[in-house]
């Protein structure tokens, strides 16, 4: 292989780790963020909030927020 390929083909690669790594961030971002409003909607029904409270707070559904409730009772 020429020497030019080999640059061209190596910045290729290292530009697609960049935006792989850059991905896995914001994945891991994303995974936070949501574990943290599930994290605070569990607290909020331990402390005895309603349901409609929770949802306007946490921005997550009704569903989510009864499937929260049954784990808590299980």
């Known amino acids: 292989m020429t020497k030019l390929y080999e640059k061209i083909v190596e910045k290729g690669y ?3 780790m960049e935006k ?6 914001e994945k891991g971002i994303e995974k936070g963020i949501e574990k943290g409003i599930i994290e605070t909607a569990i ?8 349901i409609p409270f929770i949802m306007k707070v ?16 299980e």
């Open 14 to 16: 290292m530009e697609g």
């Open 58 to 73: 946490t921005g997550l559904s009704e569903q989510k927020i009864n499937e929260l409730l049954t784990s808590l009772k």
């Open 20 to 25: 792989g790594i850059e991905k896995g961030i």
């Open 43 to 50: 607290r909020m029904l331990t402390e005895g909030a309603d």
